[in-house]
T-cell receptor, first 113, second 110 residues
Framework: GQQLNQSPQSMFIQEGEDVSMNCTSS?????WLWYKQEPGEGPVLLIA?????ELTSNGRLTAQFGITRKDSFLNISASIPSDVGIYFC?????????????FGGGTRLMVKP | DTGVSQDPRHKITKRGQNVTFRCDPI?????LYWYRQTLGQGPEFLTY????????KSRLLSDRFSAERPKGSFSTLEIQRTEQGDSAMYLC????????FGPGTRLTVL
């Protein structure tokens, strides 16, 4: 089963609002990734984080790798309708030679124009 | 398009039939992963290859499932004697370090 707790499960916001979502784990991770998935498609990589404390931006998206290495958050500023989708966090546990990913349950984002 | 590709995109089959899916990774990527995603859940790891060697399998990969990557390039995932519980999206990802996913194959078992 999945080991990452992702919250919130869903958000329904007004266009222009900022969004924040996060993931926590009971295990230490050495990499955190954030993906976006639209219906019928595979996950698309948004941001990759490789160091504890790292803060990385990609346009209106900002993500941070928690200093405890057990959590990460993703912020989206000034949301627009095309931000609609499901956002997944994923991590690579520290003792994982194959770099297999463990995923959170997803945050479904809906944006009202 | 030089991303990960998967074929077919959709497959509908009857219970008990065998199905095979193909994944073509990004050409220089040496690692290839298969994941399964059911409705409302995040993807779950099934198996991975480094070049042509299958190095790890999840406990989710029952003996009805087999995966190959014969020349270290494309990979196939076969499910024998399909069951309704096999209905899911099957995702392939490839990497040198960071994993990039294909569009998936949606399997429906009737």
């Amino acid at each position: 089963g999945q080991q990452l707790n992702q919250s919130p499960q869903s958000m329904f916001i007004q266009e222009g609002e900022d969004v924040s979502m996060n993931c926590t784990s009971s295990s230490i991770f050495n990499t955190w990734l954030w993906y976006k998935q639209e219906p019928g498609e595979g996950p698309v990589l948004l941001i990759a984080l490789y160091k504890a404390g790292e803060l990385t931006s990609n346009g209106r998206l900002t993500a941070q790798f928690g200093i405890t290495r057990k959590d990460s958050f993703l912020n989206i500023s000034a949301s627009i309708p095309s931000d609609v989708g499901i956002y997944f966090c994923a991590g690579q546990p520290i003792y994982n030679a194959g770099n297999m990913l463990t995923f959170g349950g997803g945050t479904r984002l809906m944006v009202k124009p | 398009d030089t991303g990960v590709s998967q074929d077919p995109r959709h497959k509908i089959t009857k219970r008990g039939q065998n199905v095979t899916f193909r994944c073509d990774p990004i050409s220089e990527h040496n690692r290839l992963y298969w994941y399964r995603q059911t409705l409302g859940q995040g993807p779950e790891f099934l198996t991975y290859f480094q070049n042509e060697a299958q190095l790890e399998k999840s406990r989710l990969l029952s003996d009805r499932f087999s995966a190959e990557r014969p020349k270290g390039s494309f990979s196939t995932l076969e499910i024998q004697r399909t069951e309704q519980g096999d209905s899911a999206m099957y995702l392939c990802a490839s990497s040198l370090n960071t994993q990039y996913f294909g569009p998936g194959t949606r399997l429906t078992v009737l």
